[in-house]
């Protein structure tokens, strides 16, 4: 392997929208994504994440159901602070709910289908993000 470029870590997350400013709107009002006028996008700083905090990249099987029961062929995790008051948060805002939350050692995870079908995973990350 060649020493030269390499990934340093996800830079963005883009997809299409049927009604890009309403969906940013909704995502504001629901999970306080502070949206950008200027590409109508939002930003997060890695000093804001929790200590131990990265990001994933993880392709899936093509079969998979894991992104049901979205028919989408992608899943966005949001990384967030406290799982429990965001679930209510998207709830109080149309969004569904989708499956039960669990936890595992790393973390706590929900899913739900925001107002484009889109699949988003929350995950509140535990023990600084390790895998025990």
Same mark, same amino acid.
């Given at each position: ?55 994933? %990249? ?64 929350? %995950? ?9």
């Amino acid at each position: 392997m060649s020493n030269n470029g390499r990934v340093l870590g996800i830079g963005g997350v883009f997809f299409k929208s049927k009604d890009k400013d309403a969906l940013g709107q909704w995502y504001k009002n629901t999970l306080g994504f502070d949206i950008e006028p200027i590409y109508g996008g939002s930003s997060f700083a890695f000093e804001n994440a929790p200590k131990g905090a990265f990001t994933v %990249w993880g392709p899936f099987k093509q079969e998979t159901e894991y992104f049901a029961p979205s028919e989408k062929p992608f899943m966005i995790n949001l990384m967030v602070n406290d799982l429990e008051a965001c679930l209510k948060q998207v709830e109080a805002n149309g969004g569904m709910l989708v499956g039960e939350p669990m936890q595992e050692s790393y973390g706590k995870f929900a899913w739900f289908i925001d107002p484009e079908g889109n699949k988003i995973e929350l %995950w509140e990350m535990l023990n600084e993000g390790k895998f025990e």
